[in-house]
């Protein structure tokens, strides 16, 4: 089969690899789409390597069908479907273990399934798993028209939340508004912090916050969460460090949570993806909550795909196709 290989000079080319051989518990997926995330930039400059026992080469949600499964698994050759991986996805082919396989959702192509299990599992896993949002509360989102960031709002208004989001530039807000977002920030034109202060003076103080921004602000912005507030950071694109008033964390009650996905254990990935299957699912197939793909290109074109997303121009998801017919 072919896959990415990441060269020490970080460039990148399809070349033939042995196919893959499934150890106990695993599936054969032929793979026919494999969506992009940030993780995979990090990758390739040799920050962020997969793993144990996952593949060197990127990739980390992908949807195909299903090749061979083991005997009672619940999955048959021919079977739709969509995976979370630790690494790999930049392939023809990829061995899974079956607990992280989920079905296509009916109605919905291979490009679009592939751009589901990474972030719809990231935004769940945060919003619900590490701050227990509740319906009535006033989500933030930092980066909203990231693909986290389209799918964390979407779950967000789905639990029964007020959302709020940050995002640089009109194309950005207008699909914000797109999305049904209560209140969009164009950080080119309005500072964060005083946004945040007039939902907190409007009655509505921010009680849950998912941002993979970090840096300065979040010290600031921090201490304007309602009392109980929960912050959560899944990454630093804005820097690893601010300066905080613990003060504040301390009279306001306040939790700064950290969070990754990819080190979490095969079970507790494996039960994210069963409650995703649960109550999302049927939101899909309803058109309730849909993927947001900024755009599909070819696994020839992944050059492209990763500078769309370095340049940070991406309107949610970017996709690579790994075979005719995905999109």
Request: aromatic content about 4%; hydrophobic content about 45%.
């Amino acid at each position: 089969m072919k896959v990415i290989k990441i060269h020490p000079d970080e460039s990148l080319e399809w070349i033939e690899v042995a196919d893959p051989v499934c150890a106990e518990g695993e599936a054969l997926i032929e793979i026919h789409a494999s969506a992009v995330n940030r993780a995979d930039l990090l990758q390739r400059a040799g920050k962020y390597p997969p793993p144990p026992g996952w593949p060197e080469w990127p990739g980390l949600e992908v949807a195909g069908i299903v090749l061979e499964a083991p005997a009672n698994s619940g999955w048959k050759k021919g079977d739709r479907v969509c995976a979370l991986l630790g690494g790999g996805g930049y392939a023809e082919k990829v061995a899974v273990p079956t607990e992280l396989l989920m079905p296509v959702p009916d109605g919905l192509s291979f490009a679009e399934a592939a751009s589901l299990p990474e972030v719809f599992a990231t935004a769940w896993l945060n919003l619900v798993g590490e701050a227990n949002t509740q319906a009535g509360e006033t989500v933030f989102v930092h980066a909203g028209a990231s693909g986290v960031g389209t799918a964390a709002l979407q779950i967000a208004r789905h639990l029964g939340a007020r959302t709020v989001t940050s995002v640089g530039g009109a194309a950005k807000a207008e699909l914000m508004h797109d999305l049904k977002v209560d209140r969009v920030i164009n950080h080119h034109q309005e500072d964060v912090g005083a946004v945040l202060d007039e939902c907190a003076e409007a009655g509505h103080p921010v009680n849950v916050a998912l941002d993979c921004v970090g840096g300065a602000g979040l010290g600031d912005h921090i201490a304007k969460l309602a009392i109980g507030g929960r912050w959560v950071l899944i990454a630093t694109l804005g820097g690893p460090t601010t300066e905080l008033n613990l003060r504040s964390v301390l009279t306001r009650k306040l939790r700064l949570i950290g969070s990754t996905l990819r080190s979490r254990t095969l079970e507790e990935k494996a039960q994210i993806l069963s409650d995703l299957v649960k109550n999302l699912w049927p939101e899909f197939e309803s058109g309730e909550i849909r993927p947001v793909i900024h755009q599909v290109v070819s696994i020839q074109e992944v050059e492209e795909a990763h500078r769309i997303l370095q340049s940070r121009e991406n309107l949610g998801k970017v996709v690579l196709t790994i075979r005719d017919g995905a999109a």
